[in-house]
C-alpha cells in the first residue's frame, strides 16, 4: 500500500493545495488531484488538508470523501473495474457479468481490491453508455456489450501483460 | 396606516420586526414552535423538520428558513401540522436508542420532551438491535459521544466550527448511513477538541452529554478519611437557580453555600475570591510586561479551552499567555495549603478539592500534568443541581449562608470573571492601580460589556499615565484566532487580549444550564453578575480584605516566590493520552 509518511509526500500535496490556491471551494478539485496520485485518498493526506485550508477541518474534509462515490479510502487495483448497473444495464445483464469477475478475482470480504493489488471492482450507478449495455469500463476504456465470458477473456488478458 | 409590516400567526396579527425567519417571528410573539435544529446562535439549518408550519395557500413548510412576508398567513398548530410531526418524532425515534432511563440527558432531553407532549406512546417501527448498537465513545475527559442517540440536527457541528473555528465534529457518510463523529471516527481524545462542551450544550438529545462525575464527589463526601473542600465560580450563581425555577441571572450564591453545606461539603470557599487572586497576579504581571514592553499583548490564561487551543494550535506564541493559573488552579493548591493552618484535622493530604464550574473544559484543566493533585474533581453547573436533588434539598426554600473563612470575601471585580469582558475590566481596575496608585476614575468600563452575538470581539482604550493602553476582548475561539493572526503579522495594536472560548463566556459555559434556545439568558446572566458588582462594599479585586491579609501573611506579594510556587504554571503540547 502507497503510504504518506515522508515530508516529500506532503510536498505534493503542498503543490496541489498552491496551485487550488487554498480555497475550501476547490476542495474536490483538491481531492481529486490526490486520489489520482496515490489511487485512493490516505488519511493522512485528508488530515493534512483539513489542516492547510481555512475554514476546513479534518473532520469537514472525511464527511466530503466520504459523501462521494468517486473517492476512495481505501487503495485501489492497478486496473480498476467499474460495472455499470444503471437501469438499461442491469435489465440487460450487468448483475451475471459482476458476478463472473467476482468469481475470477476473489476478494476479502468487505474489500473492493484484489490482495495483489492488480484489480479493483465497483458498480456505478449509470455510464450514459446505455445502447452499449451492460457496459464496462477499465481505466477509463469503454468495453460495450459485455457478457460473462467476454469479461473474463479482457480480464485474461489484463494479468497476462502483468506476469 | 404606519409603515409597519405585519402577519398574521394563529389568526393574531404580530409585528415583524426585521426577524429573518417565521419562527423568530412567532418566538417574539410569544407563540412557541418546536424544533431540534434551530440554534438562534447558529446558522440556520433546516435538519430536523419539527418546526413546519401551514402557510395559508402554500402548504406546509418549515418556519425556520421560510423569510417573514407582509400579510402571511401562518397556522402552527392544524391537525396537518399536528400529524406531521408526530410521525416525524416516530421516524426520529425509529432509530434512536430508546434507554430513557439510563441517559444522562433524561429529564432534559427536548426529544423525550416533544414525545411527551405529541402523546407519542407506541413506535411503528422495529426497535434498534442491541447488535447494531455503536460503541459509545467515552475516552474524552469532558464529554461522552454516543451517537446511537443522534438524531442528525447538525447543531454540535455547527457550535464546533461556527462558535470556536476547529471543525473537531463533521458529518461522515451519506443517506441512512450519515452520522456525525471526528474525522475517520477517532476517539474524541485524539482529536483536536478543546473539551469546550458547546456541542452538548447545543445538543437536543443525549447524543453528546458531559461526563458525570457527581459519583465521585459522592464518595469522597462519604469517605470518613476525607475533608471535602468545595469552590464555586462565579456564572454559577447566575444560572444554577434556572434549574429549580428562578429566573436567569437571579444571584442565588448564599443558597448555594447552603445547598452545598447540606450535600455534606466540610468547607465552602468561593471561586471569586481566587478570581480576585488571578487579577492581582495578572495585572501585576501585565504591568510588568508593558513597563518592560515583552510578550505583548498579554493573552489571559483562565480559560482552560483558550490554553489548550493555543497549545495545539500555535504553540510557537505560548509566551504570550499569562502564566497564572486559573482561578480554580489556584484556589485548590491554596487551600490545601492554608485550610490546615486554620481548620484543625485538616491536613495536606486529606483535604480533597471539589469545584463547582460552569465550564466541560476545566475537568481537563485539572488532568493537567501541570496542576495534578490540585482539584480533585470537577462538577459542572448542571451536575451539581442534580446532586442537590439527589439529596433532597429543596433549593428554592433554602436560607442563605455564608461561604467560610479565611477565601469567603470577593471584590466585584471576581464576581464580573464570568462575562466575556469581566476579566479584561477586574484587571484594568487593578493594573491601574498598581501602574498610578490611584483607583480607575469610572469602574464600569462599559466598552467590554455585553455577551450577545454582536459583542464577541470588543475594545477599550484607556489612559494610564499618559500611556493609551488598548484592550481586545474576544468570545469564542474563532474570534480568538483572529486576535492572534493580528498579533502574528505584528498587526495588533492592543496590548492585552482577554480570550473566553464559550460566546458571552462562562455564563455561557458548557457546563451551564443550556441556554441555547434564547439568546436572551446569556445577557440576563451577565446582568446579574455585573448587578452583584455594582452591589459589593469591594468592587476593585486589591481591596478585598481576604486578598490583602493572604499576601501579608502568606504570599508576600504578587509575583513573589510563594506565589509562583502555587499560583503560576507552564504550558506545553502535552499529548492528551498522557493526561488521562
Known amino acids: 500500500m502507497l503510504e504518506l509518511k515522508t515530508p516529500s509526500d506532503f510536498e505534493k500535496i503542498d503543490e496541489i493545495l498552491k496551485e487550488c490556491e487554498y480555497k475550501k471551494t476547490n476542495l474536490i478539485t483538491i481531492l481529486q488531484k490526490v486520489q489520482a496520485i496515490y489511487r485512493y485518498l490516505p488519511q493522512e493526506a485528508i488530515e493534512y488538508i483539513g489542516n492547510k485550508i481555512d475554514g476546513l477541518s479534518p473532520a469537514t474534509v472525511w464527511g466530503v470523501a466520504t459523501f462521494y462515490a468517486q473517492f476512495s479510502l481505501e487503495p485501489k487495483g492497478k486496473y480498476e473495474i467499474k460495472v455499470c448497473d444503471g437501469t438499461a444495464c442491469h435489465v440487460r445483464g450487468s448483475m451475471p457479468v459482476l458476478e463472473a469477475i467476482k468469481n475470477k478475482l476473489p476478494m476479502e470480504k468487505g474489500k473492493m481490491t484484489t490482495s495483489d493489488g492488480l484489480f479493483s471492482v465497483e458498480t456505478v450507478s449509470c455510464l450514459g453508455a446505455c445502447s452499449l449495455a451492460p457496459a464496462v469500463v477499465i481505466n477509463g476504456k469503454v468495453y460495450p456489450k459485455m457478457t460473462p465470458d467476454a469479461v473474463l477473456i479482457i480480464i485474461d488478458t489484463l494479468m497476462k501483460e502483468n506476469e | ?580
Not at chain 2, 410531526?85 to 430508546?98: F, N, S
Not at chain 2, 434498534?128 to 475527559?141: A, F, I, N, Q, W
Not at chain 2, 476547529?166 to 477517532?186: C, D, N, W
Open chain 2, 1 to 580: 396606516m404606519t409603515d409597519k409590516e405585519t402577519m398574521f400567526i394563529d389568526n393574531i396579527e404580530v409585528e415583524i420586526k426585521g426577524e429573518k425567519t417565521v419562527l423568530e417571528v412567532a418566538k417574539n410573539a410569544g407563540i412557541e414552535i418546536p424544533t431540534f435544529c434551530y440554534r438562534p446562535d447558529l446558522t440556520q439549518f433546516g435538519a430536523c423538520r419539527m418546526c413546519v408550519v401551514e402557510q395559508e395557500g402554500r402548504g406546509i413548510q418549515a418556519s425556520c428558513t421560510m423569510p417573514p412576508k407582509a400579510g402571511m398567513k401562518i397556522f402552527t398548530n392544524t391537525k396537518k401540522v399536528r400529524n406531521i410531526r408526530k410521525t416525524i418524532l416516530e421516524l426520529l425515534l425509529a432509530h434512536h436508542d430508546r434507554e430513557c432511563t439510563t441517559c444522562s440527558k433524561s429529564g432534559m432531553c427536548e426529544l423525550q420532551k416533544y414525545s411527551f407532549e405529541y402523546g407519542i406512546t407506541d413506535i411503528p417501527y422495529v426497535k434498534m438491535k442491541e447488535e447494531e448498537k455503536l460503541k459509545v465513545d467515552s475516552s474524552s475527559v469532558s464529554i461522552v459521544r454516543d451517537m446511537n442517540k443522534c438524531i442528525l440536527c447538525g447543531a454540535c457541528v455547527r457550535a464546533c466550527s461556527e462558535f470556536q473555528g476547529i471543525g473537531v465534529l463533521g458529518f461522515s457518510e451519506r443517506g441512512s448511513h450519515t452520522h456525525v463523529q471526528p474525522m475517520a471516527g477517532k476517539p474524541l481524545k485524539d482529536v483536536d477538541c478543546v473539551n469546550c462542551g458547546q456541542c452538548a450544550s447545543v445538543c437536543p438529545t443525549g447524543a453528546l452529554t458531559i461526563k458525570d462525575d457527581t459519583e465521585k464527589a459522592f464518595d469522597l463526601i462519604y469517605d470518613p478519611n476525607v475533608k471535602t473542600v468545595v469552590q464555586i465560580a462565579p456564572s454559577v450563581r447566575v444560572a444554577l437557580g434556572e434549574m429549580f425555577g428562578l429566573k436567569a441571572g437571579d444571584n442565588s450564591i448564599k443558597k448555594i453555600y447552603a445547598a452545598a453545606r447540606k450535600i455534606g461539603f466540610d468547607l465552602i470557599f468561593d471561586t471569586n475570591f481566587s478570581a480576585d487572586l488571578t487579577i492581582m497576579e495578572e495585572a501585576n504581571e501585565f504591568v510588568e510586561r508593558l513597563t518592560k514592553g515583552e510578550n505583548l499583548p498579554l493573552f489571559t490564561s483562565c480559560c482552560p479551552a483558550w490554553v489548550r487551543y493555543m497549545e495545539i494550535n500555535h504553540p510557537d506564541m505560548l509566551n504570550h499567555l499569562s502564566s497564572c493559573k486559573s482561578p480554580q488552579g489556584m484556589l485548590s493548591p491554596l487551600m490545601k495549603e492554608l485550610v490546615p493552618q486554620y481548620y484543625e484535622g485538616y491536613t495536606k493530604e486529606n483535604i480533597k478539592v471539589v469545584s463547582i464550574m460552569p465550564c466541560t473544559a476545566k475537568k481537563f484543566e485539572a488532568k493537567r500534568e501541570q496542576l495534578k493533585n490540585e482539584t480533585d474533581v470537577v462538577l459542572t453547573t448542571v451536575e451539581f443541581a442534580k446532586m442537590i436533588r439527589a439529596k433532597g434539598i429543596n433549593f428554592d426554600k433554602l436560607e442563605g449562608e455564608e461561604a467560610n473563612s479565611p477565601f469567603g470575601q470577593y471584590s466585584g471585580g471576581g464576581t464580573i470573571f464570568g462575562a466575556s469582558g469581566g476579566v479584561a475590566e477586574a484587571a484594568l481596575r487593578t493594573a491601574y492601580n498598581m501602574a498610578t496608585g490611584e483607583n480607575l476614575p469610572n469602574l464600569d468600563v462599559m466598552p467590554l460589556r455585553g455577551v450577545d452575538g454582536a459583542s464577541r470581539s470588543k475594545e477599550a482604550t484607556v489612559d494610564i499615565k499618559g500611556k493609551q493602553v488598548k484592550i481586545r476582548v474576544v468570545s469564542t475561539l474563532k474570534e480568538a484566532e483572529i486576535a492572534v493572526r493580528e498579533v502574528k503579522s505584528g498587526k495588533a495594536d492592543f496590548q492585552l487580549l482577554e480570550v473566553m472560548a464559550c460566546p458571552g463566556g462562562c455564563i455561557n459555559g458548557g457546563g451551564q444550564p443550556t441556554a441555547c434556545h434564547d439568546v436572551n439568558i446569556k445577557n440576563e446572566r451577565a446582568q446579574g453578575l455585573y448587578t452583584e458588582d455594582k452591589n459589593l462594599p469591594v468592587r476593585n479585586c486589591h481591596e478585598n480584605p481576604d486578598i490583602i491579609r493572604v499576601y501579608k501573611e502568606f504570599l508576600e506579594k504578587p509575583a513573589s516566590k510563594k506565589s509562583h510556587e502555587l499560583l503560576h504554571t507552564t504550558y506545553s503540547k502535552v499529548p492528551l493520552k498522557e493526561l488521562v
